[in-house]
């Protein structure tokens, strides 16, 4: 399967800043997803990368708060915008063929902590 | 490492026992079902999955099997190890795309 590189692996930031996460996949992939998995939870769909085109969010997370970006098939970011403690979370890329029913492989995700 | 696992509900077996961990789905059109398995500091890894078609399905040490009359799917892991022990969450496709829903997860503690 794909090899999935994120950076960074964690960082700490100061609330309101901004920080964007990397996600970079050795070979070219049809689906891109982001989640977030908060302490002690399962992982939740933030929205899905769409090559060439705007991100389909899930609901309750807005583009003004999570912009993504998808410049070719190997490549995506997500920016966490105007940090709160509420966003400590570990941010995780996945990536998945574009036929049905294949699962998707994730990288080891991004540990965001907020001070 | 960080508190993935830290409140999910725990399974804790000897070394060498079977283990069996299960979860509850909750959309009757779901067709596709995986197991992932998530050490600390890591991604969730891929370890078996099952379409909506089979009853029951094999791998290395771990076999997967799912009642669509109940909405359950187990995992089963073999003379479980020590190298086992992670959090574990089952996840159901959840339209005509790929993208997935995850159940809450289950820690699984391996005791030598």
């Known amino acids: 399967s794909a090899v999935i590189s994120q950076k960074p692996s964690r960082d700490i930031c100061q609330r309101g800043t901004s920080l964007t996460i990397q996600c970079q996949v050795d070979s070219q992939v049809t689906m891109m997803f982001w989640y977030r998995q908060q302490p002690g939870q399962s992982l939740t769909l933030i929205a899905t990368?769409?090559?060439?085109?705007?991100?389909?969010?899930e609901s309750g997370f807005v583009i003004d708060k999570f912009p993504i970006s998808r410049p070719n098939l190997t490549f995506s970011t997500l920016t966490v915008s105007n940090l709160s403690p509420e966003d400590s979370s570990i941010y995780l890329c996945?990536?998945?063929?574009?036929?049905?029913?294949?699962?998707?492989?994730f990288g080891d995700g991004t540990r965001l902590s907020i001070l | 490492g960080e508190s993935v696992g830290l409140h999910l509900p725990t399974l804790s077996v000897q070394e060498g026992d079977n283990s069996i961990i299960n979860c509850a789905y909750s959309?009757?059109?779901?067709?596709?079902f995986i197991w992932y398995k998530q050490e600390s500091g890591k991604g969730p890894q891929f370890i078996i999955d099952?379409?909506?078609?089979?009853d029951k399905r094999q791998g290395q040490r771990v076999t997967v099997l799912l009642n669509k009359t109940v909405k359950h799917l187990s995992l089963q892991i073999a003379a479980t190890q020590p190298g086992d022990s992670a959090v574990y969450f089952c996840a159901e496709n959840r339209d005509a795309g790929n993208m997935l829903t995850f159940g809450g997860g289950t820690r699984l503690m391996v005791k030598p």
């Open positions: 996945s990536v998945s063929g574009g036929a049905r029913n294949q699962p998707q492989h």
């Open positions: 099952i379409r909506s078609n089979m």
């Open positions: 959309n009757s059109a779901s067709d596709y």
């Open positions: 990368a769409n090559q060439g085109s705007e991100a389909t969010y």
